[in-house]
């Protein structure tokens, strides 16, 4: 069936380092895909959005970046500071007007000062 | 306080109860959705609304109930907890949907365990 999911469960970096999280989706037809951040205890915060017809989109120490032939996003984080340690997940949203996100499991990400 | 709530933060309960989890959201945002977040599972849609007194099913709305007579509020009612529903439960909101732009503002989320 269709799923979004994530490369690694956790990811660990020094303080300065830039962060890259992956996700792979199987749906071809979603509209466009969003990734969150989750801090511990708290509800997700959206972060940035990409629609399927962009490749690249910047954000605040953020970008992300799709690559439709392999069904593939990432978020890159630039010199990642210890308040980004958290648990990333990306969503998908179908085309057709349901506007039903599947999300994926999560990647944990830890900053190391 | 503006934003949106969720009441309570923390629910211990018995199989068989009844129990209703509250949210409230002072935007005067149309959409509003309820998901449940487990362990192995990314976050999945319980239930959502579009507008006062429109509501749809989710991916996983059985032994789930909601209403929404306000706008502000979207209660979402286990009429018998089971086991299976302990969980975390988040509320969200959005202007219009979850369209590119329209992101969706979560709550700080309910823990609820059944017994």
């Known amino acids: 069936g269709e799923s979004v999911g994530l490369h690694l469960p956790t990811l660990s970096v020094q303080e300065g380092d830039n962060s890259i999280i992956n996700c792979a989706y199987s749906n071809s037809a979603s509209d466009y895909f969003i990734w969150y951040k989750q801090e511990s205890g708290k509800g997700p915060q959206f972060i940035i959005d990409?629609?399927?017809?962009?490749d690249k989109r910047q954000g605040q120490r953020v970008t992300v970046l799709l690559n439709k032939t392999v069904k593939h996003l990432s978020l890159q984080i630039a010199a990642t500071q210890p308040g980004d340690s958290a648990v990333y997940f990306c969503?998908?949203?179908?085309?057709?007007?349901?506007?039903?996100?599947?999300f994926g499991r999560g990647t944990s990400l830890i900053v190391h000062p | 306080d503006a934003g949106i709530t969720q009441s309570p933060r923390y629910k211990i309960t018995e199989t068989g109860r009844q129990v209703t989890l509250m949210c409230h959201q002072t935007w005067s945002h149309s959409y509003m959705f309820w998901y449940r977040q487990d362990l192995g599972h990314g976050l999945r849609l319980i239930y959502y609304s579009a507008a006062a007194d429109i509501t749809d099913k989710g991916e996983v709305p059985d032994g789930y109930v909601v209403s929404r007579s306000k706008t502000e509020n979207f209660p979402l009612t286990l009429e018998s907890a089971t086991r299976s529903q302990t969980s975390v439960y988040f509320c969200?909101?959005?202007?219009?949907?979850?369209?590119?732009?329209?992101?969706?503002?979560f709550g700080p989320g309910t823990r609820l365990t059944v017994l």
């Open positions: 990409i629609r399927s017809n962009m």
């Open positions: 969503a998908e949203i179908p085309s057709g007007g349901s506007y039903i996100p599947t």
């Open positions: 969200a909101s959005s202007p219009t949907g979850t369209g590119m732009g329209n992101e969706q503002f």
